[in-house]
């Protein structure tokens, strides 16, 4: 297992968080998504928030690779719609490259 952490912002409108809260309820998530993350060789995510930052962290088995997921990522019309929806709510980093929406974060502790 090897654990990735990244983050994002959401756009700071609390009617927009709210709506993406709503979206990433286990109930209100796409299966399709669920599925090609599963696919893709995550064990685990989760995504935390504070103001309009947020976090995610995500196990993966020996299987991922990330530039398989996002060859596969790209030919999914259902993640590729899901992204989209998605990007409603978000804004990239001010040190994002372009097209860029999660970025790696750099783990500077470890007890």
Known sequence: MKRYCLALD?????????EYE????????WPEVRKSI???GIAEMEIYRTGNRLMMIMETTDFYNEQQKKA?????????????????FQQPLPWAKEGEKWVM???????
């Open 10 to 18: 959401l756009k700071d409108d609390p009617q927009l968080i709210a």
């Open 22 to 29: 709503y979206w990433h309820k286990a109930e209100n998530g």
């Open 38 to 40: 599963l696919n893709a």
């Open 72 to 88: 596969s990522d790209a030919a999914n019309p259902k993640v590729q719609e899901w992204e989209q929806l998605m990007w409603k």
């Open 105 to 111: 974060m750099e783990q500077i502790f470890q007890l």
